[in-house]
């Protein structure tokens, strides 16, 4: 039985063994999909943590251009003000931070849980790809 028949029609079965189809490749992708949650929402909040909302408001740290919608349209998009108010969370300031966003906490929270679901699974992931690849289960 070929490997992968549709997608890459110029592979032969030994090619696709060196790469691995089994359960070790699958927890190989498995662990890549959780990396690429973890690393945008844990840099999001290890990044409110090094900035103050001050260093924002003032300008003394510029973390992203202007609100495009906003220069635009004339209003704040939905997500205006979320940077200043996790940097607030992050430093304990939970009145200002509703101040710059009304759903601050709770999209915070969200951001919270996502990293943890996502090094959860990655860690999961990558002891049962190591397992694997010392029992020589790879089919």
Not at 7 to 17: G, V
Not at 55 to 67: H, K, N, T, W, Y
Not at 96 to 125: M, N, P
Request: with cysteine.
């Amino acid at each position: 039985m070929k490997a992968f028949p549709v997608a890459f029609p110029w592979r032969r079965d030994d090619d696709a063994r060196v790469m691995g189809t089994g359960p070790r490749r699958w927890h190989a992708l498995r662990a890549l999909a959780s990396l690429s949650v973890l690393a945008p929402l844990a840099l999001a909040i290890a990044i409110s943590f090094l900035v103050t909302p001050d260093d924002i408001e003032s300008g003394r740290v510029v973390l992203s251009p202007p609100c495009l919608f906003k220069l635009v349209v004339g209003r704040p998009c939905p997500t205006c003000g979320l940077t200043r108010a996790f940097a607030a969370l992050s430093h304990g300031q939970f009145s200002l931070a509703t101040s710059y966003h009304r759903a601050s906490i709770a999209i915070y929270a969200l951001f919270w849980i996502g990293a943890i679901v996502a090094a959860t699974y990655l860690l999961r992931a990558t002891l049962e790809y190591v397992r694997l690849g010392r029992s020589g289960e790879n089919t």
